[in-house]
């Protein structure tokens, strides 16, 4: 399988490399968190050659033997070189039993630089500081970006034939080496249903996987809508155990599986966050289609997924913004830095492009505003708001 380097996220662990915390990759299943520990092994290889680094991945057989921490403990210690610089790099770490006994033993000694990713049922971004005695760091990542596909396949079709490409493949890399679409989408269907719901019945002992598995495809079917447990639990309410509580809960399990992500609603003009109504967004628009094929399509639906995914990426909070009666799909937060984002298909029709700016231009901040949309044109000015089109915006690193 073709690589290619992840470069941001490997500066990021390059820029806490030799610090005291634990450094956990985290991100949705087969996102590339063992790909990016293998760069970075690459990079203490060719920056230090006189570095010791203890690498276990317990996907591997012949270490089958650690999988309790006693004997990962023993392990590791062994290996330990004086006088070096000491790397611990585990995969799968929750494979082993007690792991975190095992990693604050390492960390208490001072004597290991470490990282480690993990089923992220089991390492839970709220979870790390019960865990882990010493401070983490904790890296996200996520499925490719369209520039990271774009690196990937090159842009021999131009940019536009790309992206309608991504549209249909996502970010989900494990299945690019497959030739046709009907395999592709197998694969990401399997990783959906044999390992994300897996790791989520595992963790929770969850009693109705039936009734977990109907939630998924209902906040897949309804991604970009106003959703709260009590209106899904009406949805749901063929089941008898869907009472809004349980599926609450569910919704926490895939939303702390990286499955989908949780966006709150912000009045704009009162500049307070509500507490009625979110919206999930899934980690990767490929498991829409592979789960529910192009049924009841929207594209503007699947395109706001991405916008929206692309922004967490960047490293923005991400907000619904409300403004009176009217909504703008985001509010975009990253430190003093502030933007509103409207997300569309199709805005050659003026009546849709004066309905999709028309919130825009009722926020009288002086913030920049954003309209995204399938325009296939460069980006140009409308009284203040930037028309980005869509594959332009996201090939921009």
């Known amino acids: 399988m073709k690589l290619i380097e992840r470069k941001s996220y490997l500066q990021k662990l390059i820029d806490v490399e030799g610090t005291p915390d634990i450094k956990v990759v985290t991100g949705v299943r087969r996102s590339g968190k063992s790909k990016l520990l293998e760069a970075f092994k690459h990079h203490v290889v060719s920056s230090d050659p006189d570095a010791n680094i203890i690498h276990v991945n317990f996907n591997l057989t012949e270490f089958e033997g650690l999988m309790e921490y006693h004997a990962l403990d023993e392990f590791v210690r062994a290996a330990y070189v004086p006088g070096a610089s000491n790397y611990v790099i585990i995969d799968e770490v929750q494979m082993c039993e007690g792991f975190e006994r ?10 290991f630089d470490i990282y480690i990713t993990g ?5 839970l971004s709220s979870d790390l500081a019960t865990l882990f005695t010493g401070r983490t760091f904790e890296i996200e990542v996520f499925p490719f970006s369209f520039a990271e596909y774009l690196a990937y396949f090159g842009e021999e079709e131009g940019i536009d034939g790309a992206f309608d490409r991504y549209v ?7 299945s690019y080496p497959y030739k046709n679409e009907a395999d592709r989408s197998a694969y990401v269907k399997d990783v959906f249903e044999t390992l ?12 109705n996987p039936d009734l977990l598995n109907r939630l998924s495809e209902f906040l897949m079917d309804n991604v970009s809508n106003v959703t709260s447990a009590r209106s899904v639990a009406s949805s749901l309410e063929g089941d008898t155990e869907a009472n809004h509580k349980t599926v ?15 966006v709150r609603r912000y009045d704009i003009r009162g500049k307070k966050y509500l507490s009625s109504g979110d919206k999930y967004y899934l980690s990767d628009h490929s498991f829409r289609l592979a789960k529910l094929g192009t049924r009841n399509m929207d594209w503007g639906r699947v395109y706001e997924n991405m916008v929206a995914i692309e922004l967490l990426r960047r490293g923005y909070e991400l907000y619904v913004g409300k403004l009176y009666q009217k909504e703008v799909d985001f509010v975009a937060m990253r430190g003093s830095e502030k933007m509103y984002v409207q997300v569309s298909d199709d805005i050659s029709a003026f009546a849709t492009f004066e309905r999709e700016v028309d919130p825009l231009l009722r926020i009288r901040d002086g913030y920049p505003k954003f309209l995204i949309a399938r325009t296939r044109h460069e980006t140009y000015d409308h009284e203040g708001i930037m028309i980005h089109d869509l594959a332009r915006w996201l090939s921009a690193e």
Do not use: P
């Open 102 to 111: 095992a990693i604050n033993s390492f960390h208490a000694s001072e004597n």
């Open 119 to 123: 089923s992220n049922a089991f390492l």
């Open 248 to 262: 609450g809960s569910y919704i926490e399990y895939l939303c702390n599986a990286y499955a989908f992500y949780k």
């Open 168 to 174: 249909h493949t996502g970010g989900m890399s494990g």
């Open 196 to 207: 994300i719901m897996r790791d989520i019945r595992q963790k929770y002992d969850v009693r």
